[in-house]
């Protein structure tokens, strides 16, 4: 165990003070996510841009801590695709609690059988249940940001998306976001 803290969030950078590990994801580290393959080769190649970026919190990842993250999504799609996280699955499944902190996006959730969308905007709490692989993505914009909260022995598993895919593509609509089937060939 470690001691009791307090963590200061900073609004204009989604940091976190005192910090642990930082992680930036570019268009290079998302291979296989987005259905448009040639727009997402294109993306990688012209510029390769920070799609996301996740400042972890020095609580550690050990049974019985409940670390935390806060994890900008930067604004864009890729072949209509807005931008997104990779996803994963808690391979030891426990819940998991979102805070919208600015920006707009949502919550895309599966459990191997049925996808579920909760928009996530600033105060909207988002619950993960136990079992339910999730992704975030930015519908907007502009820079969305959340804290997650997790269980640090919940271990993460990217593979099982890859594997499973996440039910629902999340597609730049009129207006509002449009779902498709995640199987779909290129959009
Ligand atoms: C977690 C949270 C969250 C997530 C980031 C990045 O379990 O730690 O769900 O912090 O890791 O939003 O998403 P990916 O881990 O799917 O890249
Ligand atoms: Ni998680």
């Known amino acids: 165990p470690i001691d009791p803290m307090s963590i200061t969030f900073q609004p204009p950078t989604g940091g976190m003070t005192p910090s642990g590990p930082v992680l930036s994801r ?8 987005f259905a448009d393959t040639a727009a997402w080769r294109a993306a990688r190649d012209e510029a390769d841009p920070v799609v996301y970026e996740v400042a972890s919190s020095p609580v550690p990842e050990a049974p019985g801590e409940l670390p935390q993250s806060i994890t900008t999504i930067h604004p864009g799609a890729v072949g209509g695709e807005f931008h997104m996280t990779k996803g994963h699955q808690h391979p ?8 919208g902190l600015s920006g707009t996006g949502g919550l895309l959730l599966f459990d191997g059988t049925t996808p579920k969308w909760i928009p996530m905007a600033p105060g909207v709490i988002g619950y993960i249940p136990p079992g339910w692989a999730h992704r975030s993505v930015n519908t907007g914009d ?4 959340f804290l997650a909260v997790y269980p640090g022995d919940a271990g993460h598993d990217y593979g099982w998306v890859l594997e499973h895919g996440m039910g629902w593509r999340v597609l730049r609509g009129a207006g ?3 779902f498709a089937p ?3 060939e290129p959009v």
């Open 26 to 33: 570019r268009m290079s580290d998302l291979e296989g996510l």
């Open 142 to 145: 502009e820079p969305y940001r």
């Open 182 to 184: 995640f199987q779909a």
């Open 92 to 99: 030891n499944p426990q819940g998991e609690i979102y805070l």
């Open 176 to 178: 509002e976001p449009r």
